[in-house]
């Protein structure tokens, strides 16, 4: 089999590619290894950029984002019972948008598949073979039948634990990493959200966030030990702490049955470059951010529209120079976010430094509730700053 470009992993990132390559009449051909099922309902962050809105708009798979997505212009910060607004879209013009990730793709599988696109789930055993080459190859099994795919460009979209990353030779890549001490334990309750906007609420017993789906679906977030097991926490501590860490006078978290628990650990990765030869990197296969900021989703997006960008000008005037710079472009934004989640994580948990670090990040809040130019910057950065490579 032969196609121009062969994308490993159907993820947001590998979906919103071969979208995006379509609408420019280049053809693709995607793997997957899990079911369909499966990445259609896997659990993750829910917040949507303006510009990764706009694109998913104008990919043509707005339809529904556009009557479910809740739109919000602002967020919360509370601490010691106090609570300053953020007021994202006066301080930017711009807006977020909450919208499930298991919801976004969705609609970009439904997109894929009513065109017509190649989009394999359940595929095993994948490789990726010649990168240094003009004719890269994907080998893999699907319906018990060995494969090979030649392709022009392979895009590893293949997430976190993906076989494209460490298909690269030792010494090409230099890896960046952070692990923190801690994680977040996410729920999902079938309870109305007793908040307008996200409320992140910094508290001596450690982070809490109260965030949404819809207008019947709480979603809640609380840090916890990095050697927490899910078993320790049964559905009243929960409660419990989710009560004492967001409390407000007079107000309270609504509580309601939890239909999703998990612990998810917190990290910070990058590696640099965001490819080799003839493999290019999005998403998570390239980078990890800890939840905090909510980038994770929006910046595979972004990746892939630079790649998305670059591949159109290289098949319509063998034009490289988007291609060359891509690995640059992509990791520009990609430190952008990796800085403001590490910022924001770190104004927000108990990071184990004692008091006068905890005294610290309350100043900072103070600092953040009273300067416009502190406000700000986090508003900017929240929202996501520009779609224009050179940011
Ligand atoms: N072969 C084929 N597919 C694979 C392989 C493989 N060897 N390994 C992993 N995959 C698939 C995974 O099953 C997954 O569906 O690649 C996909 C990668 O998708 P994501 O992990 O969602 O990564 P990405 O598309 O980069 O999206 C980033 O996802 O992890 C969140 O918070 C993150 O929101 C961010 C977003
Ligand atoms: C979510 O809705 O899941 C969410 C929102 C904001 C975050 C992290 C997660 O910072």
């Not at 917040?47 to 998913?56: F, G, I, K």
């Not at 502190?374 to 950065?381: I, M, T």
């Amino acid at each position: 089999m032969r196609t121009q470009v062969a994308i490993v992993g159907a993820g947001p990132a590998g979906l919103t590619l071969a979208l995006l390559l379509a609408r420019e009449g280049i053809e693709s051909v995607l793997v997957e290894s899990r079911t369909r099922a499966y990445v259609e309902h896997r659990v993750r962050a829910g917040l949507l950029e303006h510009n990764t809105v706009q694109l998913l708009h104008e990919l043509g798979v707005g339809e529904r984002l556009a009557r479910e997505g809740l739109e919000h212009h602002g967020i919360y910060l509370r601490r010691q019972g106090r609570t300053e607004r953020v007021r994202l879209t006066e301080l930017t013009g711009r807006r977020i948008t909450i919208y499930g990730q298991q919801e976004v793709v969705k609609d970009l599988i439904a997109a894929r598949l009513e065109h017509g696109g190649a989009l394999h789930f359940e595929v095993s055993n994948v490789e990726v073979h010649d990168l240094d080459r003009e004719r890269p190859r994907v080998t893999y099994t699907h319906k018990g039948a060995a494969q090979e795919l030649e392709c022009d460009v392979v895009a590893g979209c293949d997430g976190f634990h993906g076989v494209c990353r460490p298909s690269i030779p030792d010494g090409v890549l230099t890896e960046y990493e952070y692990v923190y001490p801690f994680g977040w334990l996410g729920i999902l309750v079938e309870a109305a959200p007793a908040t307008d906007e996200l409320i992140y609420a910094w508290h001596e017993r450690g982070f809490s966030l109260y965030t949404m789906r819809s207008p019947q679906i709480s979603r809640l977030y609380l840090q916890v030990p990095d050697d927490a097991r899910i078993e320790d926490w049964p559905d009243q501590r929960i409660w419990e702490e989710l009560q004492i860490r967001l409390a407000s006078d007079g107000w309270r978290v609504n509580e309601g049955p939890i239909f999703e628990k998990g612990i998810t650990p917190m990290r910070s990765f990058v590696v640099e470059p965001m490819q080799y030869g003839r493999l290019f990197l999005a998403g998570d296969a390239a980078h990890i951010v800890p939840p905090t900021g909510a980038k994770g989703l929006n910046l595979a997006v972004n990746d892939v529209r630079l790649l998305g960008a670059a591949l159109t000008d290289w098949y319509r005037d063998g034009s490289s120079a988007g291609l060359e710079a891509y690995s640059h472009n992509a990791l520009r934004r990609v430190w952008r976010a990796q800085d403001f989640s590490n910022y924001m994580t770190q104004l927000l948990h108990d990071l184990g430094g004692g008091a006068f670090e905890r005294r610290l990040q309350l100043a900072r809040i103070d600092y953040i509730a009273r300067s416009e130019a502190a406000a700000g910057s986090l508003a900017e950065n929240y929202v996501g700053l520009p779609a224009a490579a050179d940011f």
